[in-house]
């Protein structure tokens, strides 16, 4: 943890968010997520009672509830995870929708 401020500006909902100080936001986050270092939510995403790993990425106007994205997991622009689990490195590719429940091994792409 270096201490810097963050560089982007953040949309807090929720006061029970945990957001590392060197997480790249520009999207919404609420709901007590937590967002470890070098994650990033890009811009018009949203991400509610989530956990983003060690560089997990939302993509643009992507939208992630219930989730946890595990280290450098990405979530491209437009998807929607819901009540997800995705391991190290799993991709979701832009647009599609992943079915509640889903699981995603490590490196998986769907």
């Known amino acids: 943890m270096t201490g810097r401020a963050p560089t982007t500006a953040i949309t807090i909902e929720d006061p029970r968010c945990l957001i590392h100080p060197d997480a790249d936001n520009q999207g919404t986050v609420d709901g007590g997520s937590v967002l470890d270092a070098r994650s990033v939510v890009g ?7 989530s956990v983003l ?8 106007r992507a939208t992630v509830i219930d989730s946890v994205l595990g280290p450098g997991a990405v979530v491209e622009q437009g998807a929607t995870v ?13 647009g ?3 079915a509640p429940g ?9």
């Open 43 to 49: 811009p018009d995403a949203v991400v509610t009672s």
């Open 53 to 60: 790993m060690a560089g997990a990425r939302v993509g643009a």
């Open 82 to 94: 819901t009540g997800a689990a995705l391991g190290d490195d799993a991709v979701v590719s832009a």
């Open 96 to 98: 599609l929708t992943l």
């Open 102 to 110: 889903t699981k995603l091994a490590c490196g998986e792409r769907v």
